[in-house]
């Protein structure tokens, strides 16, 4: 950040006094900018024992699968989030069941919040960000088409999960570097 978005005067870089981290500050008017990690919000959507994935029609990894999911805006909730990520991207609207998959990567600053969800009803289609959606058994995955590590993690602990038949909430700690490591 060059300018402050209070008063348009220069900041700098600096931690504050009462800090621990260097944040952009304007010594003009005072304000202090946090800069604060982006929320994914979305949904593992199963009808039975398939789990409904998007083609992805937008960059980043254009023509891959994904699941419904997306940044969450200012004044939604979490829930709110991924419902609304899910009509965009899949034309469906699943009952909510709980918050299934947490996963941090702090080296790019997101937190990807998952629900599992369920459809009630055969409704589902392509939003404008996706080229088409599928229903897939966990056998018809194309995880070499996968769009993004997050969705691989997330359908991995769901495959175990369908096996047990046991949902819980799982929280996963991942670091750029190491997933570059495995590509």
């Known amino acids: 950040m060059n300018f402050c978005s209070n008063c348009g005067a220069a900041t700098i870089r600096r931690v504050p006094e009462g800090d621990n981290r260097p944040r952009d500050v304007c010594d003009q008017c005072g304000t202090i900018h946090y800069q604060n990690p982006n929320i994914i919000a979305g949904c593992v959507v199963l009808q039975g024992d398939k789990v409904l994935l998007c083609r992805r029609a937008i960059e980043p990894r254009y023509g891959l699968w994904t699941l419904p999911a997306g940044f969450m805006e200012n004044g939604e909730t979490v829930a709110q989030a991924a419902l609304r990520e ?4 899949a034309r ?5 069941e709980q918050l299934y998959v947490v996963t941090s990567i702090p080296t790019i600053s997101q937190v990807y919040m ?34 993004f590590h997050t969705v691989r993690d997330a359908l991995a602990q769901l495959k175990q999960d369908l096996a047990t038949g046991t949902f819980s909430l799982h929280c996963i700690d991942r670091d750029v570097a190491s997933i570059s490591a495995r590509v």
């Open 86 to 89: 899910t009509w965009e991207e």
């Open 92 to 96: 469906a609207t699943p009952d909510l």
């Open 114 to 147: 998952l629900y599992l969800a369920f459809l009630t009803n055969d409704q589902y289609g392509s939003g404008p960000e996706s080229l088409e959606t599928k229903l897939f058994s966990m056998d018809e995955i194309p995880w070499d088409e996968l769009a």
